[in-house]
T-cell receptor, first 115, second 115 residues
């Protein structure tokens, strides 16, 4: 069975602080893909990153970075020097090669950045 | 590319009325998905199509819900009769194929309120 757990329901940080959003996944598949999506207050779901199970390299994009660790089944997301515009709900998702394109979304983490 | 287009953006209706939500996927995308988002249940996959054919509708809540994709550029999700518990944001998403590696591109969503 596929499952994604985002244990942090809500996080509040003060602007310019760093914040890490946790994502733990479960799958028996050896080939799978992990994603992060952002849902700002306007409501749309915006794709941020995709990682495949064979690539454990961490990735950095500007103030965003992602730490993928297969040993702990985690795919954590860090925002450095947070800004008010980062306030949103962030979803982690999993899709496995042998389940078609079914995405399994976590319940989301609501991030509030306080100016 | 205009992205995934959904209409209406907002719909308020009374219990018992028929509701039709519409979606135009990204041109060239062969897979289309309908999701429902509520506070209680998060993001739920209702149904997805590949090449206009419904592949998995196990997420459709009950017979009051139906979805069609008459051609590659249009899909509808219909609720008849609607009930207050159907109030939610309904997202349509598309992707190039059903490969688990593909990124889902979401529309802006249709917010449904059933009174």
């Amino acid at each position: 069975a596929q499952k994604v757990t985002q244990a942090q329901t809500e996080i509040s940080v003060v602007e310019k602080e760093d914040v890490t959003l946790d994502c733990v996944y479960e799958t028996r598949d050896t080939t799978y893909y992990l994603f992060w999506y952002k849902q700002p207050p306007s409501g749309e779901l915006v794709f941020l990153i995709r990682r495949n199970s064979f690539d454990e390299q961490n990735e950095i994009s500007g103030r965003y970075s992602w730490n993928f660790q297969k040993s702990t089944s985690s795919f954590n997301f860090t925002i450095t020097a947070s800004q008010v515009v980062d306030s949103a709900v962030y979803f982690c998702a999993l899709s496995a090669a042998n389940t078609g394109n079914q995405f399994y979304f976590g319940t989301g983490t609501s991030l509030t950045v306080i100016p | 590319d205009a992205g995934v287009i959904q209409s209406p953006r907002h719909e308020v209706t009374e219990m018992g009325q028929e509701v039709t939500l519409r979606c135009k996927p990204i041109s060239g995308h062969n897979s289309l998905f309908w999701y429902r988002q509520t506070m209680m249940r998060g993001l739920e996959l209702l149904i997805y199509f590949n090449n206009n054919v419904p592949i998995d509708d196990s997420g459709m809540p009950e017979d009051r819900f139906s979805a069609k994709m008459p051609n590659a550029s249009f899909s509808t999700l219909k609720i008849q009769p609607s009930e207050p518990r159907d109030s939610a944001v309904y997202f349509c998403a598309s992707s190039p194929t059903t490969s688990g590696a593909n990124v889902l591109t979401f529309g802006a969503g249709s917010r449904l309120t059933v009174l």
